[in-house]
């Protein structure tokens, strides 16, 4: 099957369109052109459900609807802009864009330093123009890639986007094809790849006429949002040609790097081969034919190494996923939370885990899930694993939107930062995390069908019960809950300037040492001190050798620490006066006979890299 873009409405210049839809419940379909000349024009039904006609004397910028057996009539489930919404006509596109990227190749993925942003809150305006303002702000800082939220169209004008019911249309509150285009030119003009955050284990329900056109749904799984979509069962074919053709759309037409794929333990599938299998060997296909690299990132809740592990070994072959075991390993200890999923993390052992292996739980029993937990991450390399001290979920999945600034300790932010930008992983930020913001963000839509609103209320509610956090989470469907997660900048002010000055240094850092640029879970050694609340990482690669002393105690510890012998000199202390610290109480070079005993003050992070003999 050929997966090259073909659906929907397909603007072949010259006034000529071709409008292709999957349609297999209708027996006939038209195309009712809504704007600037009303006229219905017949399509010609073809195998396996598909509707195709070239229309003549039609410009980008006409406004159309599908009419299905002469009664109801629909948005295109293929719709590349919906300008009056997602009850509104869908508009014929214009594909050309003049690219002025330059020599733009998208880098490795072990070189990515991910910042992920959600466009409406990002910027005052919320649009893909605004957020080119800021895009030096983050070159400054150091970061390599941006990491947009789902931007396929939603109802309303605000919603984290996974409510998004058409899949290939860029939401018009955000600048429509044109504008989206035109923000991964301006990233790609100053070096950053894009990836963006594609949602295909469920549609939003608002909207949503797919079930009117053909079984895009399965009644045999449900998922938190409804229906299962269709990967296995009869008809599935045409489904998965719906959203692999998806991918290649936003990786072709729009130029992007990577895709991130929402919740893919959603994405109920029984095939011989998988869909995410069949994503992932067309998107391999794809890039090898044009010479650059596209890569998929999983987002998994299951600790299921077989997504990335390679296909020659009964792997899926993506190449790299989310891990929240890092997070929930590193967020408890902070914290000191044991609610939810927190309850099977929260010892120092979790994170030295979570260094040496990626996961956490590897097929142990886990009192929060009550069943076991995660499967062996193997032969699973350190640059295929996404880190965090934050994301859009697990600050917004909280019940009143707290992110970390908000919950810990200036010193122990600083930890935080250190831990996840001196893992052997692929690091990633949340937007504003960097200065410490402390704007909430909180779930928030702005759906129309008062009942749906209601729902959706109780849904919240009943999600966060588990975590018994104090209070009512906020009504998302208050306008005031998405303004309040607006970044105020201001906050870029005394010590948050401090605060995004460290995580500066530590991006440097781990770009220009050697031992911290190597990307690897084997040249590594981590030492865990549970009872006085120090963990020891050491890492090494071409002649360079990194200790890393990451300190949880609230009060000042001694600790010896088990360092080769030699002379080991300060590349970085957080307890610095430059770093708004209590005071250092190391020197900036110290000898190690194998040992050596120091004093921390309190909650931070030291490092050191030991000095190259020289011979006489």
């Known amino acids: 099957m050929s997966y090259e873009p073909g659906l929907g409405a397909v603007w072949l210049g010259q006034g000529r369109c071709r409008f292709r839809v999957w349609a297999p419940r209708a027996a006939r379909v038209e195309v009712r052109i809504v704007s600037p000349q009303p006229r219905l024009v ?66 490795p993925l072990r070189d990515y330093v991910i910042y992920e942003l959600h466009l409406g809150t990002f910027s005052q305006a919320g649009t893909c123009r605004a957020a080119i303002e800021h895009l030096d702000d983050l070159v400054e800082l150091g970061v390599s890639a941006v990491e947009l939220m789902p931007v396929a169209q939603f109802p309303g004008r605000r919603n984290w986007g996974y409510d998004g019911v058409y899949p290939f249309a860029v939401q018009d509150s955000y600048g429509g094809p044109a504008g989206l285009k035109g923000l991964v030119e301006a990233c790609h003009r100053r070096g950053l790849a894009v990836i963006l955050d594609v949602v295909y284990n469920h549609l939003g329900p608002e909207g949503n006429y797919f079930q009117d056109f053909g079984p895009y749904f399965s009644d045999r799984c449900r998922t938190p949002w409804g229906r299962s979509l269709n990967f296995d069962g009869p008809d599935s074919d045409e489904v998965r040609r719906f959203f692999i053709e998806n991918a290649l759309y936003w990786l072709g037409e729009f130029h992007l790097d990577a895709l991130r794929l929402d919740a893919v333990h959603a994405i109920f599938d029984f095939s011989a081969q998988p869909f995410l299998e069949e994503l992932a060997i067309v998107v391999d296909n794809w890039a090898i034919s044009r010479g650059r690299p596209a890569y998929l990132i999983a ?11 390679p296909r020659e070994e009964g792997g899926l072959g993506l190449p790299a996923q989310w891990n929240d075991d890092f997070h929930h390993a590193l967020h408890g200890l902070l914290t000191c939370e044991r609610n939810g999923y927190y309850a099977d993390f929260g010892r120092l052992e979790h994170l030295a885990r979570a260094f040496e292996q990626g996961y956490v739980y590897t097929g142990q029993y886990s009192t929060f899930r009550r069943r076991r937990q995660g499967s062996s991450p193997g032969r699973i390399r350190a640059d295929q694993l996404i880190v965090f001290s934050q994301n859009h979920d697990q600050v917004g999945n909280r019940s009143q939107g707290e992110r970390l600034s908000g919950l810990v300790s200036f010193e122990r932010l600083k930890l935080a930062a250190a831990l996840v930008l001196l ?56 306008e005031g809950v998405f303004l309040s997660a607006k970044l105020d900048r201001s906050r870029r002010q005394g010590r948050g300037q401090v605060l995004r000055e460290f995580y500066r240094e530590l991006i440097q850092l781990r770009r220009n040492r050697p031992a911290l640029a190597n990307l690897s879970k084997e040249d590594q050694e981590v030492t865990v001190f549970e009872k006085e609340g120090f963990l020891l990482v050491r890492r090494w690669a071409d002649n360079d050798e990194i200790a890393a002393l990451f300190h949880f105690g609230r009060e000042a510890g001694r600790i010896e620490l088990p360092l080769p012998q030699g002379r080991w000199r300060k590349l970085l202390d957080s307890s610095e006066e430059r770093w708004l610290g209590p005071g250092s109480q190391a020197g900036d070079t110290v000898e190690s006979s194998g040992a050596l005993a120091l004093t921390r003050p309190g909650p931070g992070v030291a490092l050191w890299t030991r000095e190259k003999e020289i011979p006489e």
């Open 42 to 107: 017949p399509l010609a039904r073809g195998e396996r459900g598909y509707h195709e006609a070239v229309i003549e004397d039609l410009e980008p910028g006409s406004l159309y609807l599908y009419r299905l057996d002469g009664r109801l009539e629909r948005p295109d489930p293929a719709s590349r802009f919906q300008p009056r919404g997602v009850a509104g006509p869908s508009q014929v596109v214009d594909p050309a864009f003049d690219w002025q990227e330059g020599a733009w190749a998208s880098r």
């Open 299 to 309: 987002e998994n809740a299951l600790n299921d190494a077989r997504l990335v592990r």
């Open 423 to 478: 893992s052997p992983f692929v690091p990633l930020l949340f937007m504003g995390e960097e200065y410490g913001e402390t704007a909430p963000f909180r779930y928030f839509i702005s759906h129309s069908d008062p009942d749906l609103i209601e729902a959706v209320r109780q849904g919240r509610r009943a999600e966060l019960a588990a975590f018994d956090w104090p209070g009512q989470p906020p009504d998302p469907q208050d």
